[in-house]
């Protein structure tokens, strides 16, 4: 499968330590900022851009504004007129609308696309923002309504133990280098937040149960953030080599795979086989096949789906870092840390970094890219080449894999 000729420009990343809603900052707000970031960041104006797609989950239930894809004309005069959208595919959003973008930049309709990722989270109190979260399971079907993604990637826990054996002391200590990455990162959410010995122990006081097995620091955050990147075709780069110059990378592969909102249907079907979630792997082989990789070695780094621990659990070993239900001799062998064999979310992840959900596909991107162009600062891994991305929606229902790489225009 031939690489696609996309570029990633620049991009940018809101500091998702911020309570927006504490300041009065609604979506015209953030949307302005990750503009201007994005395009600044590329080194272009607004009006080089053809084409402007947005990545939003839960705009409605949380603020009551939808149709965001106009809100990027209604920040930037320069974007009025031009073709727009958002998309929605629970924590997958952010990378449903890059390969959107991608789509018409390979077809030719335009040169360049900005790609928006944008959420509020913290409009409401911790238990109102969970039964939102919900609306991405298949509602009334399955779980409480209150705390079902606790319960869901609790159950998932659940199936590894099943079929293999679970030691929970491997869901915490992946939760410490999250937080422990985080610390490193000048966006993240938890950077600032302090712990003590029993914070990622099974001290019932001190980290307290939220659902079956998943504690308190097995959980990404609720977040107020925003990301972008400016996307553009190879035609547009050969016209414009000094845009290359700036820190642009490659998106050289890309996985996208669907399946059904229940969790226990695709727990069922895969029952008798290796795999927990068969089509994860599928979604990240794809990305690899795409990009002319062999296996998972052929990287530097990950940016994987933590929004839970066993959610990074399933990552580990359907990437293929570890045989399947080996993802514990990753985690206690030290291979995800920075220095290790393949370091797994640098910045801290989603339960390090934050997760507005639309935003965290695009955030993945600009971390990506960071990485890959030698700009990621303290959280920087040393002689990455290629990073790639996998982003889950829902209980894997929506799976997004993305390759992204440094390489020659």
Not at 113 to 136: C, I, K, N, Y
Not at 166 to 191: K, S, Y
Not at 336 to 345: A, F, Q, T, W, Y
């Amino acid at each position: 499968m031939a690489q696609q000729g996309i570029w990633i420009l620049g991009g940018y990343q809101s500091d998702f330590a911020r309570n927006l809603t504490r300041e009065g900052v609604g979506f015209d707000g953030l949307t302005a900022e990750v503009v201007r970031g994005a395009l600044d960041d590329a080194g272009i104006g607004a009006r080089d851009v053809g084409a402007v797609h947005v990545g939003n989950a839960f705009g409605q239930l949380f603020t009551g504004q939808g149709h965001l894809g106009a809100m990027p004309a209604t920040v930037d005069d320069d974007l009025w007129g031009l073709p727009a959208a958002r998309h929605e595919a629970a924590c997958a959003s952010g990378t449903v609308a890059i390969l959107a973008a991608m789509a018409e930049l390979e077809a030719g309709r335009h040169d360049v696309a900005l790609v928006v990722g944008v959420e509020l989270e913290r409009t409401v109190p911790g238990d109102v923002a969970a039964r939102h979260l919900g609306a991405a399971s298949w509602v009334g079907h399955e779980g409480s309504p209150t705390y079902i993604w606790p319960q869901a990637f609790s159950d998932l826990a659940d199936e590894y133990d099943r079929r293999y054996g679970l030691d929970e002391a491997h869901l915490r200590a992946f939760a410490e280098m999250a937080m422990r990455n985080g610390r490193d990162n000048p966006n993240a959410q938890t950077r600032g937040w302090h712990f003590g010995d029993a914070s990622f122990s099974a001290d019932d006081e001190v980290n307290p149960v939220v659902a079956g097995r998943i504690r308190r620091t097995d959980c990404s955050q609720v977040t107020d953030g925003g990301a972008a990147v400016v996307l553009a075709s190879d035609a547009w780069v050969r016209d414009h080599p000094d845009a290359l110059g700036r820190g642009a990378a490659r998106i050289t592969g890309w996985g996208h795979r669907t399946v059904g909102l229940p969790l226990h249907d695709k727990l069922d079907r895969s029952a008798e086989g290796p795999l927990v979630m068969p089509h994860v792997r599928d979604a990240f082989a794809d990305a690899l096949g795409r990009a002319g990789l062999g296996s998972v070695d052929d990287l530097g780094a990950l940016e994987v789906h933590d929004c839970f621990t066993p959610s990074a659990y399933l990552a580990i070993d359907h990437t293929g870092i570890t045989a399947p239900g080996e993802s514990w001799r990753a985690i206690e062998g030290g291979d995800l840390e920075r220095d290790g064999r393949i370091s797994v979310n640098p910045g801290g992840g989603l339960i390090g970094g934050g997760h507005p959900v639309g935003a965290t596909g695009i955030r993945m991107a600009v971390d990506a890219l960071r990485q890959v162009t030698a700009t990621a600062g303290a959280t920087q891994v040393e002689g990455v080449e290629r990073v790639a991305t996998l982003n889950i929606g829902g209980s894997t229902a929506t799976v997004c894999s993305l390759v992204i790489e440094r390489t020659p225009a």
